[in-house]
């Protein structure tokens, strides 16, 4: 899986288990980025609807969703990836765009990546598209040069970047769900009732199609144009395409639109405790009867490895180590004394 900003890797056990104290067999994954607590519910057994307005999320989600591992032919996706990786090398935009004018991917590296992708942007229609795509942007993920976001690249080629890119088989789960590629909360209630939602939103300014602009791209299979050092897609920058979630003052409205316009049952809100919404906020948007558990996270990896400016230079400290998770739940009583009795040493108070 992609190095995400926000992913919940650390969380999804405990998602998975207060999703499993509910009598559900429907989810929504709203916010899904990565998919992974969508792989997680998908796991538990539920029908998971994942929700994300980018075109990558879209990608991970056809891959990792809507795909059901029992009826995958692996052997035909085996060498369909072997055909893929036995392209050779081409020059084209993703080597101008992202080895030459910005660096990040070696030229080696970013000719195959170019090759495979111009093949896939002309068989779009092709049923394993969705799990070659996921493939290849996850090699990519595994060969880029940056600290986790594409907002800049490291002056030195990252360790990782010099290795040969490598295409593996996405980690597939029996089961199946659906994927959604909404604009929230505009689009909610395109959403699928479901048993049980669970809500991921964005904490800061940072908008995600920025942050994984060359994800974006690649997804979308279309070839924009670029500005500012990390040439970034120009239509980023148009007011239509922002996201109310990147607004400190109109998140809480935008939240609360969210978590009451997708019908569920049982709701449970991510959020984090250093940023926009207050604990008071959180309870509030997620209704009548709701609890908080504060669950400690550690800080996305550039508190660990130092923050970069746009030519690879170490800059100013990065924040606290770690923050506090919330996990705001609400929904039918019998749920949240369940969560309150075996989770009472998390329980916060506003
Ligand atoms: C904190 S991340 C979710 C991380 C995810 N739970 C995971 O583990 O990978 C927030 C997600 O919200 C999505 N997003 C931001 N604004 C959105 C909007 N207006 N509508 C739908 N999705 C949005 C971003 O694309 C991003 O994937």
């Known amino acids: 899986m992609i190095k995400y900003l926000g992913s919940k890797r650390r969380l999804v056990g405990l998602i998975g288990d207060l999703y499993a104290l509910t009598p559900s067999s429907s989810a929504a994954d709203v916010f899904a980025g990565t998919t992974r607590v969508g792989q997680e519910l998908k796991r538990r057994g539920a029908y998971v609807h994942s929700i994300d307005y980018t075109a990558y999320s879209d990608v991970f989600a056809r891959c990792y969703i809507e795909t059901d591992l029992n009826s995958l032919d692996i052997a035909k996706l085996q060498s369909r990836m072997s055909d893929l990786m036995a392209l050779p090398p081409t020059e084209g935009y993703f080597v101008t765009e992202f080895c030459r004018e910005a660096r990040f991917f070696t030229e080696e590296n970013g000719c195959l990546i170019n090759a495979m992708w111009d093949h896939l942007r002309s068989h779009s229609d092709d049923p394993l598209w969705p799990l070659l795509m996921t493939s290849l942007i996850e090699a990519a993920d595994r060969v880029d040069s940056t600290v986790g976001v594409q907002m800049a690249y490291l002056k030195k080629w990252a360790a990782r970047a010099l290795l040969p890119i490598n295409l593996r088989v996405p980690d597939l789960i029996p089961g199946r769900g659906q994927s959604h590629r909404l604009r929230l909360p505009d689009e909610a ?162």
């Open 189 to 350: 209630s395109q959403v699928p009732e479901v048993d049980f939602a669970y809500f991921d939103p964005p904490y800061n300014q940072h908008s995600y199609i920025g942050n994984y602009h060359i994800w974006e791209t690649m997804a979308r299979g279309d070839t924009p144009a670029t500005y500012g050092v990390a040439h970034k897609r120009t239509d980023i920058r148009h007011k239509d395409n922002g996201s109310l979630f990147n607004r400190k003052n109109q998140i809480k409205d935008a939240l609360h639109a969210t978590v009451q316009g997708i019908r569920a049952k049982y709701r449970l809100i991510s959020y984090s405790d250093d940023t926009w919404l207050s604990l008071a906020d959180l309870l509030e948007i997620a209704g009548e009867g709701a609890i908080a558990l504060a669950v400690a996270q550690r800080r996305y990896i550039g508190s660990q490895i130092g923050i970069y400016n746009p030519s690879g230079e170490k800059v100013g400290k990065p924040g606290k180590e770690k923050n506090n998770e919330l996990l705001v739940l609400s929904g039918p009583k019998k749920w949240t004394d369940a969560v309150s009795d075996s989770y009472a040493d998390l329980i916060v108070l506003p």
